[in-house]
């Protein structure tokens, strides 16, 4: 009866992941044909014509073909990558920078005004990023940072999410040790640093993916700052895409998606645990 | 004494940084949703009266209004079920056959239904418009299923709701999975013991250990459902365009449109009104993830 009930929930599950699995590997084995099984199986699709599909989970014979003229005959789209990789990366430096400690200082100091602080940081977490766009603009309008990388960078490192995320985590950390570092004379420094910072690691790990995954994907920011399209980030490529790349289309998509992918299968355990601790009412 | 400001000079980089960023420019948003369009004369509420009026304004309103209703309540009961079956098949596991081979296809699993929260909107759309095109996988799965010719342009009609709907579970099940993950693993399993001594069944269990152990997750979940909900305007925007059916025009796609005109009072004012209602709501469900209790 026991065996029956979990040979039931697997098959559940499997076929739930098939879901997932499946429109991958479509697109894994779109990235293997070469040019004129494409244009034969996907015109539609690609936006170049009216023709039925003919889906498939195997190239009929896998060809490098697309990637290689991605990767080394379109400057597009390397430039592309690099911006979002200037984009994204300081902005996450910043993020560290300035809501780790934040968040120490919600989940273990106690002082006048910390619920309405917290409650503050939710709200903004909340509001859809049109509404704090609208500030933002004005800003980057006045600072005159306006197309230019900075304009990218500079409102996100502010983002709410990170810190809500952090505190949660930090909230676990055991407030014995933070008191026995204390009384063996350790400074606030030396308490967020060497307790904080390492027991508190996997809602830093996940906060930083989750905005990572957030602006490697942007594009109301971009779309919307940035009038010069030599400074789009690649999330941009292919919305863009020129018809005679077409062919090139899924293996940009695939390029796209590898960092984030890869990321994520590294530190899923960090993931896993970060996003949990942001689910745990203490 | 030095004590008391140490919590501060940890929060002054990120306070300051959104005090500069989003505090004094929204008092300017504030300011400037009262003002005509050069910034120089108060109109009073003319621009909220003007937003309200509009008939883009109400159609996106009530869109996402909707959309919020339809699309939250299923994923929180997509997800919720996802991480009861998890948790179910790999406790039985463990009963059946010790700790050992538990986790393991489990884990596959889970890693598979978060995969997709990882991969950028831009990157699946092709997939999608492969499946949801006039000529594409589902019309042709229809066509063979019914015997007569589907040609339903799927993310064009008033089917896009559906679709989009569909995108926001495929992308976000994981993550909330493992919210309510968490939330299953903090209830004692010394209680269910108990519970299947006395006799309960599995909805008894459900009802009166398993719900109640959850109440907490519930609004947290909710909440970080919210916040991933508006992402949605990317798949929204990347499979439907920037004038997509009349049945998903959310207020995204009026912000970018308002964007373009640079119409900065209708702008300020419903930024203004949507913040306000935020904090509202707030208020109303009491800061929740906050502690309460004094220590």
């Known amino acids: 009866m026991m065996r029956k009930r979990r040979t039931a929930i697997t098959i559940t599950l499997f076929a739930a992941c098939l879901l997932v699995w499946l429109p991958l590997l479509v697109m894994a084995a779109a990235v293997l044909m070469p040019e004129d099984e494409l244009y034969w199986r996907y015109l539609s699709p690609l936006g170049l014509g009216q023709d039925r599909v003919r889906a498939a989970l195997l190239p009929s014979y896998p060809s490098l073909d697309s990637l290689l003229e991605l990767l080394v005959r379109s400057p597009g789209f390397f430039k592309m990558f690099w911006n ?47 509404v704090t766009q609208v500030s933002d603009y004005l800003v980057l309008d006045r600072l005159g940072i306006l197309d230019s990388h900075l304009a990218l960078i500079m409102p996100g490192i502010w983002s709410a999410l990170p810190v809500y995320i952090m505190t949660k985590s930090f909230e676990t950390v055991p407030e014995a040790l933070v008191e026995a570092a204390y009384l063996d004379g350790a400074g606030e420094l030396y308490a967020f640093f060497h307790i904080g910072v390492p027991l508190g690691y996997p809602g830093i790990a996940t906060a930083l993916m989750l905005s990572f995954v957030d602006r490697w994907n942007a594009l109301e920011q971009p779309v919307t700052y940035l009038k010069d399209r030599t400074l789009w980030p690649v999330s941009l490529y292919l919305p863009d895409i020129a018809r005679d790349k077409a062919s090139v289309a899924f293996a940009a998509a695939l390029i796209t998606c590898l960092l984030p992918v890869l990321t994520y299968l590294n530190c899923q355990e960090e993931l896993e645990q970060g996003v949990a601790a942001s689910g745990v009412k203490q | 004494m030095r004590r008391k400001i140490v919590p501060w000079l940890f929060l002054a980089p990120s306070l300051g940084g959104v005090i500069l960023f989003t505090g004094l420019p929204f008092l300017d948003v504030v300011k400037r949703s009262f003002q005509d369009a050069m910034g120089t004369r108060f109109v009073g509420m003319d621009n909220y009266r003007a937003v309200l009026a509009n008939s883009a304004f109400r159609l996106a309103a009530g869109n996402t209004v909707r959309f919020l209703a339809v699309c939250i309540p299923l994923l929180m009961t997509v997800s919720f079920t996802a991480a009861l079956l998890i ?53 042709q799965f229809l066509s063979g299923a019914s015997g007569r010719t589907w040609q339903v342009d799927w993310a064009f009609s008033r089917w896009a709701f559906p679709v989009l709907t569909a995108t926001y579970l495929w992308k976000n099940t994981g993550y909330d999975m493992i919210l309510w993950l968490a939330g299953l693993q903090g209830i004692s399993g010394e209680l269910y013991e108990a519970a299947k001594m006395d006799g309960a069944g599995v909805f008894a269990r459900m009802w009166y250990i398993t719900l109640p152990g959850l109440k907490g997750t519930f609004g947290l979940v909710g909440i970080l459902s919210v916040v991933n909900s508006f992402r949605v305007y990317r798949e929204a925007y990347l499979l439907a365009g920037s004038y997509p059916d009349a049945s998903i025009y959310l207020i995204p796609h009026l912000f970018a449109h308002w964007f373009l005109d640079l119409d900065i009072q209708k702008m300020t004012a419903a930024a203004a009104m949507m913040t306000a209602i935020a904090l509202i709501l707030a208020v109303i469900m009491g800061m929740p993830g906050m502690k309460r209790r004094k220590r």
């Open chain 1, 84 to 130: 979002s990789c200037i984009q994204v990366f300081p902005m996450l430096l910043g993020q560290l920078a300035a809501a780790a400690p934040a968040a120490w200082a919600l989940a273990k100091f106690q002082f006048p005004g910390k619920r309405q602080l917290f409650g503050a940081y939710v709200v903004l977490m909340v509001l859809p990023f049109q």
């Open chain 2, 87 to 139: 948790s179910a098949g790999s406790n039985i596991g463990r009963e059946s056959k010790g700790a050992a081979d538990t986790g393991d296809r489990y884990s596959v699993f889970r890693t598979t239904l978060v995969l997709p929260m990882t991969i950028p909107a831009a990157s699946m759309v092709l997939v999608w418009k492969i499946l949801l095109c006039p000529d594409g996988v589902l019309n």
